[in-house]
């Protein structure tokens, strides 16, 4: 069965470092998301991306972040000056675009730690 | 703003029992909602979508409600398992997903 993939799975770095996430969407998919979770916290909505751009982001996702598909497999989401509160796990999704509802696939994540 | 409320206590029951989750939601008019399952450490993973003009969709043992007068969503595992322990989010509509805290769900042998 396709699935999402993230690398890596952890993640540390000093603060003010810049760190990717990786992503790889499943293959037919159109629409790509990124979600974080603070420990403890719900699941919070960063990013979607489709036809190569952004189609809509949250309040969390500021000139901080921003997200690339750099080739025909890949979904990246950078963050250029690492903070503290940046700590999380994050998650890759992906769906078809079929203009009806869609169901999202979640990678596995990418804990991040920033010290 | 939109409020996704599930109960964050956590919820124990007995192998063979129903477990019923609910999901409130206010300032939204969802034409859809969601239901996914997360284990620790792992991102959610799909279960159930309904539609607002759906009272009612099943999957196996799983059964969700929608009522949108109510703003409300009950989502139920009938002769519950052991490896159904796990995080049970709600998010209405689809694509910018606005998840719940999630309810646990424990269930005991």
């Known amino acids: 069965e396709p699935e999402v993939t993230q690398t890596p799975s952890h993640q540390v770095t000093q603060m003010g470092q810049e760190v990717i996430l990786r992503c790889v969407p499943i293959s037919n998919h159109l629409y790509f998301y990124w979600y974080r979770q603070i420990l403890g916290q719900k699941v919070e909505f960063l990013v979607s991306?489709?036809?190569?751009?952004?189609?809509?982001k949250s309040e969390i996702f500021d000139d901080q972040f921003s997200v690339e598909r750099p080739d025909g497999s890949n979904f990246t989401l950078k963050i250029r000056s690492t903070k503290l509160e940046d700590s999380a796990m994050y998650f890759c999704a992906s769906s078809e675009f079929t203009g009806k509802e869609e169901t999202q696939y979640f990678g596995p994540g990418t804990r991040l730690l920033v010290l | 703003s939109q409020k996704i409320e599930q109960n964050s206590e956590a919820l124990n029951i007995q192998e063979g029992k129903t477990a019923t989750l609910t999901c409130n939601y206010t300032n939204y008019s969802p034409a859809y909602l969601q239901w996914y399952r997360q284990d620790p450490g792992r991102g959610p993973v799909f279960l159930l979508l309904?539609?607002?003009?759906?009272k009612e969709k099943r999957k196996e043992r799983l059964k969700v409600t929608f009522d949108t007068t109510l703003k409300q969503s009950l989502f139920h595992i009938t002769a519950s398992q052991p490896a159904d322990s796990a995080t049970y989010l709600c998010?209405?509509?689809?694509?910018?997903?606005?998840f719940g805290t999630g309810t646990r769900l424990l269930v005991s042998p």
């Open positions: 309904i539609r607002e003009n759906e």
């Open positions: 991306f489709y036809n190569n751009e952004i189609s809509e």
């Open positions: 998010a209405p509509g689809f694509q910018k997903l606005v």
